[in-house]
């Protein structure tokens, strides 16, 4: 798809991941809303680049995506890309930890039922479109879970099966599917799990994004998961090792 002057929302717009696909997506010409619970981040980031509003937005609140929605309806109504970047991860061990429950419970209301509601209310104005595009950002652990973010796997093997499906269920619309599926990156996110030392800068996700939005790849194996990928189709079982033992 063609994707120069398009009005494109970021959800986790204000750091990590989404603030690179926030700043790519800006110097290429488009219109760019970002969204997150912390509204001085937000500022600050918007003031970086042109053509960037930021509003403030819890998306595992209702009464916010609601007001999200709105706005978007009355100011924005040729929104052409959704991009669900907002996620959350906690390292933990499944037979340590005494929460599980608890982290378990974020995790999934943010990276998987978060997406749900926020697609399903965009999904009208999306379609409004002669081109559209829904991203769902998911991970390398949808090949293989990681048993230092056991919690954070799950959620993330939902949003990949729940992609899959709506894809599938859009495919004669006009609106696109596409998963973005990063190793571990260098962000605050993933500094518990090494990813200061050992993850891809988040320019070159944003970049693998820009891309298969391009091309139309509609799964975005960035770095290393494209490699685990090709060990998974031959043997999750050994996928599994290759990603624990990395």
């Known amino acids: 798809m063609n ?21 790519l997506l800006s110097e290429k010409g488009n219109r760019v809303i970002i969204t997150g619970r912390n509204e001085a981040k937000l500022s600050k980031a918007a003031s970086q680049f042109k053509n960037v509003t930021a509003i403030a937005c819890d ?9 999200l929605v709105s706005k978007i309806e009355n100011d924005f109504g040729d929104l052409s890309v959704l991009i669900n970047n907002a996620g959350v991860a906690h390292v933990h061990r499944l037979h ?5 429950f608890d982290i378990a419970q974020e995790e999934i209301s943010i990276n998987y039922l978060s997406v749900v509601r926020l697609t399903e209310n965009l999904l009208p104005v999306l379609k409004k479109q002669k ?5 769902n950002v998911t991970s390398i652990v949808v ?10 796997s799950a959620s993330k093997a939902a949003l990949h099966a729940y992609t899959q499906i709506l894809r599938h269920s859009l495919e004669n619309t006009s609106v696109q ?4 599926m990063p190793p571990l990156v260098n962000t605050d996110m993933a500094k518990e799990i090494g990813g200061e030392q050992r993850g891809i800068p988040a ?35 050994q996928a599994y090792k290759v990603l624990n033992e990395s």
């Open 131 to 135: 081109e559209a595009a829904i991203v």
């Open 143 to 152: 090949f293989a879970p990681a048993a230092s973010i056991p919690t954070y």
């Open 59 to 67: 998306v595992t609140v209702e009464a916010d995506v609601l007001r």
């Open 96 to 100: 340590q930890s005494a929460n599980t």
């Open 177 to 180: 599917v596409f998963e973005l």
């Open 3 to 23: 994707i120069e002057n398009k009005t494109i929302l970021v959800t986790g717009g204000g750091s990590g991941i989404g603030l690179e696909i926030t700043k």
């Open 203 to 237: 320019s070159q996700v944003a970049d693998a994004l820009y891309t298969a939005l391009q091309t139309g790849e509609f799964e975005i194996h960035v770095g290393m998961t494209a490699q685990l990928y090709q060990v998974f189709l031959s043997s999750p079982t």
